[in-house]
């Protein structure tokens, strides 16, 4: 059983550039969550989404959206990348009822 | 949502019980204790979660006093691979509410 899966693995952009990155939930998991992770930090909440529909949100700007598809995966956007948003950006899975959310490797983005 | 306060770092030798220590001093009536060890350039990973008393599981113990205003995560015979970073979070037990990570505690194992 595949755990969570995030593709790609590291990217390089320029600032101004903008930035997909993909999730893949656990086998069956509904919900997916994004988190930014700075170096040296604990990671930040970014939104989650289940049924399609952003359903929470933390406190990151609009350049930051994201998509759920049917099958439940998920992408992240980031629109006009500034440096700060250099960080190890984080996609984790969970379901209703459940109790803990399964993390993937990250995708370790680099604005230069 | 209830603050967490715990160690920045810690050192340990490899055989040796460690115990990271949380404080929650505002913590809900409804809201559960979790634990997430997170490697380098990895996803923090789900350790333990309890509400109260004791809970122990294949890898740790979590200790929750009776005021619940702190908590003790208890590592037994550690080992160098043990060496992560332990984030301590307080809030619901459910899987869709969005975690929210302090600092955590740097654990580093010698041998």
């Known amino acids: 059983d595949a755990g969570v899966t995030q593709s790609p693995t590291h990217l390089i952009k320029t600032r101004g550039q903008q930035v997909t990155l993909r999730c893949s939930p656990k086998s069956g998991h509904d919900t997916v969550s994004w988190y930014q992770q700075a170096l040296g930090q604990g990671p930040q909440f970014i939104f989650q989404?289940?049924?399609?529909?952003?359903?929470q949100r933390g406190n990151f700007p609009d350049r930051f959206s994201g998509h759920q598809f049917p099958n439940y995966s998920s992408e992240l956007n980031v629109n006009a990348l500034l440096l700060g948003d250099s960080a190890l950006y984080l996609c984790?899975?969970?379901?209703?009822?459940?109790?803990?959310?399964?993390f993937g490797p990250g995708t370790r983005l680099t604005v230069t | 949502l209830a603050k967490t306060t715990q160690p920045i770092s810690m050192d340990s030798y490899e055989g040796q019980e460690v115990n990271i220590t949380c404080s929650h001093n505002?913590?809900?009536?409804?809201?559960?204790i979790t634990w997430y060890q997170q490697f380098p350039s990895q996803g923090p990973r789900f350790i333990i979660q309890g509400y109260k008393t004791k809970v122990t599981n294949e890898v740790a113990s979590l200790f929750i006093p009776a005021d619940r205003k702190s908590s003790t995560l208890s590592l037994p015979r550690v080992s160098l691979s043990d060496t992560a970073v332990y984030y301590c979070?307080?809030?619901?037990?459910?899987?869709?509410?969005?975690?929210?990570f302090g600092s955590g505690t740097r654990l580093q194992v010698q041998p």
């Open positions: 989404y289940y049924e399609e529909e952003e359903r």
């Open positions: 505002n913590i809900a009536t409804n809201d559960y």
């Open positions: 984790a899975s969970s379901v209703a009822g459940g109790h803990e959310q399964y």
């Open positions: 979070l307080v809030g619901d037990a459910a899987g869709r509410r969005a975690l929210t």
